[in-house]
């Protein structure tokens, strides 16, 4: 697993995601990768999922992070992501980076196989470092309904870019933002769906207070969902009255003995 300093974390991150794209793109070409992702039933929405629901967990697979190294913990995507739906979670998040997270695209697929084949089936959203249309193919393909963007490791044109790659192959985009700033760059760009990420990307600090700032000056109808330094049925409590419809949750869940009861019991 790759260390960084603080400081430059997500400019390493980003550099490492470059280069592996890099290489992804020389060993599957976009064209199989479409193939592949044309075959595959059409995405679960993860935004009409959200809004259906009075407020709701997206429980996430990880294995690691830069921040707390690897977790001491068996993880197989699988078995993780029948134990959360159980629980009672609205949807799944998959992390897909493999030097900073530990986690890779086989991951996505065995827990997408899972989910879509529940008696509840419920919406995959992969978490990486997007910054190409590529990206919106190999997470389609992988069974992803949904992707995260970070609004920090794009430019105005490359989110507009990725926004329209999703848009075509219908996959919803959960916008991750932590200012004022990040939160007007995305809203200009149409988006509708935002995660208020309560970590600081460059010191790793968590304040739940970012989401009780941002989330009121999200515009009428957008789904909010409060991403980080969640770990009980309290900090849920008050970030659904800061305006979060959903949380996301991982580091709280995967470290659980009772990955079931800890979903439940964030949703009591």
Partial sequence: MTHVSTGTI???????TAE????????APIAELEAVAKLNPPPLGLQRTLSALGMSVIAEIKRASPSRGTFPVNVEPGNVANDYIAGGAAAISVLTDAPFFQGSLKDLGDAARIAHAAV????????????????????????????????????????????????????????????EREMERAFRAGVMLVGINNRDLKTFTVDLGVTERLAPLAPQ?????????????????R??????????????????????????ALLA
């Fill in 10 to 16: 997500l400019d390493a991150i980003l550099a490492r």
């Fill in 120 to 179: 509840r089936p419920v919406p995959v959203l992969q978490k990486d470092f997007v910054s190409d249309p590529y990206q919106i193919v190999e997470a389609r393909a992988y069974g992803a309904d949904a992707i995260l963007l970070i609004v920090a490791a794009l430019g105005d044109a490359a989110l507009a870019e990725v926004l329209a790659a999703a848009r075509e192959w219908k996959v919803d985009a959960l916008v991750e933002l932590h200012d």
């Fill in 239 to 264: 970030l659904h009255r800061a305006g979060a419809r959903a949380v996301l949750v991982g580091e709280g869940l995967i470290s659980a003995t009772d990955r079931s009861a800890a979903v439940k």
């Fill in 20 to 27: 592996d794209l890099a290489s992804r793109k020389e060993t």
């Fill in 221 to 237: 109808n957008t789904i909010v969902v409060a991403e980080s330094g969640v770990f009980g049925s309290a900090d849920v409590r």
